[in-house]
């Protein structure tokens, strides 16, 4: 029989939360039980203009949700500030996140794998929940051990707050594993803008594009002696986030360790 999961949603009102709504009410094994919002604390979810008509009081307070109701999951799309804030609540009250929200440094990372083994409570961090991207990740990673030279563009919606982006740092960090640390370019390249070879993780570059109409969408671009290889992901919209939100949350509550990685579960 597939398990019941009661979940509470941290911002419920933005772009991926909007979605992830959507996700607990369409799922018959999830029960959506209250969100945490910034403002409307005290109304219903399905009074708020633009929100799915589904009736759970909305919160300001975390500690006031988790103490007013019984949560096995809270799904956190929020920001890295409130996420950190959210993920210490969690773990006090017992209750397990799927974190989609980006922009946690590897302390954090590091940090919260140990007090999630302490509790023995499950955690999925994920920087990208869309399948697609994490065989883009996976790809990239493979590529690495026969092309060291790569650089990764990512491109994404003008109103994103954190760059670069949680995934590309991820497939940063995946291509590390398979590549030796080595200095990319010309040894005695200068710029004469700042910035205009990108930011660098081991002597590989990250470009970050930010422009309307965009989703989200990474390119990591192999070269080797006469030849490139260009690994590319396309979001096209938030659905393609949530069938790796769904996954996630069914295997927190599952697991009594922290995952970083959606491939790591998959
Ligand atoms: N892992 C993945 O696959 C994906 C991850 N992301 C990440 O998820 C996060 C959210 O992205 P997105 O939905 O596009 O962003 P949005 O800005 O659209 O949504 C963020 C929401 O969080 C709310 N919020 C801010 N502070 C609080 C708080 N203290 N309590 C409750 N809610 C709060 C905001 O409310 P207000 O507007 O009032 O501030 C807003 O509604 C980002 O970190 C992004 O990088 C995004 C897409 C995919
Ligand atoms: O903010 C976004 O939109 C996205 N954020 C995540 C990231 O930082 O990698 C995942 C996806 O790229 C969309």
């Known amino acids: 029989m597939t398990k019941h999961i009661r979940i509470a949603i941290a911002g419920p009102r933005g772009n991926m939360g909007t979605e992830a709504v959507k996700l607990t009410d369409r799922t018959e094994h999830f029960e959506l039980c209250a969100v945490i919002d910034s403002k409307n604390n005290g109304s219903r979810l399905k009074d708020i203009a633009g929100m799915p008509a589904v009736d759970v009081p909305v919160y300001t307070d975390i500690n006031q949700c988790f103490q007013e109701n019984t949560i096995d999951v809270l799904i956190d799309l929020t920001n890295p500030e409130t996420g950190r804030k959210h993920l210490e609540a969690s773990l006090a009250h017992g209750v397990s996140p799927v974190v989609g929200t980006t922009g946690f440094t590897e302390a954090d990372i590091e940090k919260l794998s140990r007090e999630a083994e302490q509790k023995q409570i499950g955690v999925v961090i994920a920087p990208n929940f869309a399948i697609g991207a994490v065989l883009m990740m996976k790809f990239a990673k493979m590529a690495a051990a026969y092309m060291p030279d790569v650089e990764i563009m990512e491109m994404h919606h003008d109103r994103k707050l954190d760059a670069p982006s949680g995934t590309a740092i991820k497939t940063a ?11 990319q370019g010309h040894e005695n390249e200068t710029e004469s803008l700042a910035g205009a070879r990108g930011a660098d993780i081991d ?21 080797g002696a006469g030849q490139t290889l260009t690994i590319k992901h396309d979001s096209i919209n938030r659905e393609s986030f949530m069938p790796g939100v769904q996954l996630a949350v069914e295997h927190v509550v599952e697991h009594k360790e922290l995952v970083y990685g959606l491939e790591n579960i998959m």
């Open 173 to 183: 960090e995946l291509i590390k594993e398979n590549r030796a640390s080595r200095r």
């Open 203 to 223: 002597g590989m570059k990250i470009h970050s594009v930010r422009l309307p109409g965009l989703v989200a969408h990474q390119q990591v671009m192999f070269g």
